[in-house]
């Protein structure tokens, strides 16, 4: 069949849908037609909040002129590509974060054991506490950091006094590790909220039997349960690294290390305005979030359990 037959085929098969779906005769294409009107909010939502702008993102990137949207050039790419300083950019943003969401997803998965196995008097106020950081936003998160680990923080402070340093020396609320503590603490509930839920679905007949043929918890844990969260820890990986890399308030406030998000920010601010470079930027990293989340949801499955 020609690509030309081909074409007109999938229009007619189109049309057909369409004509079915907006006049049905049968109970599934009556079932098709609620599907659509029930689908139809989200992708209204989507042209006009996601696949609009993102044209508009496409087309800032290629004009000559970015004030009245004249002409055609890729000066904007060739920059993004030939310069060093936008290829740091990138490396700092993904080793960061790929280590943040590391760090957050192992704190996620001890959390969410405690949470599941162990009966916690004060269960509530501990998810209370843990689940806290997901309403703030990343402006206040860096406060708390520098209320602790600023020049008159409180553990700075504590730590001056014990060992007889300057505060000034030890201050490190706008060092990496102050924002890296920032990260941590904006991701852990997010992975630790996924986790639960995967936690709750464990087939705890299975960890049962392990510790009845004597495995330890250690190795009941390693053998059997981790295989069954496997699918919970992608999704919060997947979760927490494009949670992660959206971060900006933290980082504009502690500034100690430069990532995408305050790149653009840059990029679009007055004195350095590129919003050409800034949209071809925006579209990477769409692109990027895109093929990251499909290439994770292909390990996202649940995965039988071996003992």
């Not at 000559?64 to 055609?72: L, P, R, V």
């Not at 050039?73 to 993904?94: D, F, I, K, M, Q």
């Not at 653009?264 to 990293?285: F, K, R």
Request: charged share 15%; glycine share 6%.
């Amino acid at each position: 069949m020609s690509v030309r037959k081909s074409a007109t085929a999938s229009v007619r098969r189109v049309a057909t849908l369409a004509s079915t779906t907006a006049r049905p005769t049968t109970e599934r294409e009556r079932e098709r037609r609620r599907i659509a009107i029930l689908c139809l909010p989200f992708f209204a939502l989507a042209i006009v909040a996601g696949f609009v702008p993102l044209a508009m993102l496409v087309r800032i990137s290629l004009a000559e002129d970015t004030i009245w949207m004249e002409g055609w050039s890729l000066e904007a790419w060739e920059t993004l590509a030939t310069t060093p300083a936008y290829r740091r950019v990138a490396w700092n943003t993904l080793w960061f974060v790929g280590l943040a969401t590391g760090v957050s997803v192992a704190l996620g998965v001890a959390v969410a054991h405690v949470l599941e196995k162990y009966a916690l008097s004060l269960e509530r106020l501990v998810v209370a506490a843990v689940s806290f950081p997901i309403a703030l936003p990343g402006i206040i998160v860096a406060y708390l950091i520098v209320v602790l680990l600023g020049r008159q923080g409180l553990v700075t402070n504590a730590v001056a006094v014990a060992t007889g340093g300057a505060p000034i020396d030890l201050a490190s609320a706008t060092a990496i590790t102050g924002l890296f503590l920032g990260y941590v603490y904006s991701l852990l509930p997010r992975a630790t909220m996924v986790l639960r839920g995967t936690y709750a679905e464990i087939n705890a007949q299975a960890e049962e039997a392990a510790r009845t043929l004597g495995a330890s918890r250690w190795q009941t844990f390693y053998h059997v349960t981790l295989p069954e969260i496997r699918p919970g820890i992608v999704a919060a990986v997947i979760l927490t690294f494009r949670s992660g890399l959206a971060i900006f308030g933290t980082v504009l406030i502690l500034q100690s290390h430069r990532v995408v998000t305050l790149q653009i920010h840059e990029e679009t601010s007055v004195g350095s305005y590129s919003p050409d470079i800034a949209a071809a930027i925006g579209l990477v990293y769409v692109a990027f979030i895109v093929a990251f989340t499909f290439v994770g949801l292909r390990f996202v499955e649940n995965d039988a359990v071996e003992i």
